[in-house]
C-alpha cells in the first residue's frame, strides 16, 4: 500500500501563488489516482483536484482555472499548484491515491481512498 506525505503548505497573502508536494513510497504512483483535498475545521472533507492514473484530470469548480495538478513519476511525486489563492482556500490539504480507479465520479468522494497523507496547513491571509 502506498504512503503519502504532503509539503509546502504555509501562510500566503490573498493573490499569492503555493505549490504542495504529495511524495509517494511504495509502489509507483503511476498506478494510482491521486486527489487533493481540502478540510476547515468543522467542515467537511471537500475534493479539490484529481489525476487519474491512465491520464486525464478533473477539477472543483472553485478551483478552475487557478489549481493545476500535475504529476511526475520518476519523483513518485504528485504536485498541486495554486495561483491567486484567495482567504476561502485557507484549509488542511490532504492527497489521497486509489490504485487503478478510473472513475472520476468516484473519485471526487473522500470514502474512494484508502491512503491518506498527514496533511499540510495552507492559510491564505488578508
Known amino acids: 500500500q502506498v504512503q503519502l506525505v504532503e509539503s509546502g503548505g504555509g501562510l500566503v497573502q490573498v493573490g499569492d501563488s503555493l505549490s504542495l508536494s504529495c511524495a509517494a513510497s511504495?509502489?509507483?504512483?503511476?498506478?494510482?489516482?491521486i486527489a487533493w483535498f481540502r478540510q476547515c475545521p468543522g467542515k467537511e472533507r471537500e475534493f479539490v483536484a484529481v489525476?487519474?492514473?491512465?491520464?486525464?484530470?478533473d477539477y472543483a469548480d472553485s478551483v478552475k482555472g487557478r489549481f493545476t495538478i500535475s504529476r511526475d513519476n520518476a519523483k513518485n511525486t504528485v504536485y498541486l499548484r495554486m495561483d491567486n489563492l484567495k482567504a476561502e482556500d485557507t484549509a488542511v490539504y490532504y492527497c489521497?491515491?486509489?490504485?487503478?480507479?478510473?472513475?472520476?465520479?468516484?473519485?471526487?468522494?473522500?470514502?474512494?481512498?484508502?491512503?491518506w497523507g498527514q496533511g499540510t496547513q495552507v492559510t491564505v491571509s488578508s
Open positions: 489521497a491515491a486509489d490504485r487503478f480507479q478510473d472513475s472520476q465520479t468516484r473519485l471526487k468522494k473522500s470514502n474512494a481512498y484508502v491512503s
Open positions: 511504495g509502489p509507483s504512483v503511476s498506478t494510482y489516482s
Open positions: 489525476v487519474v492514473w491512465r491520464g486525464g484530470r
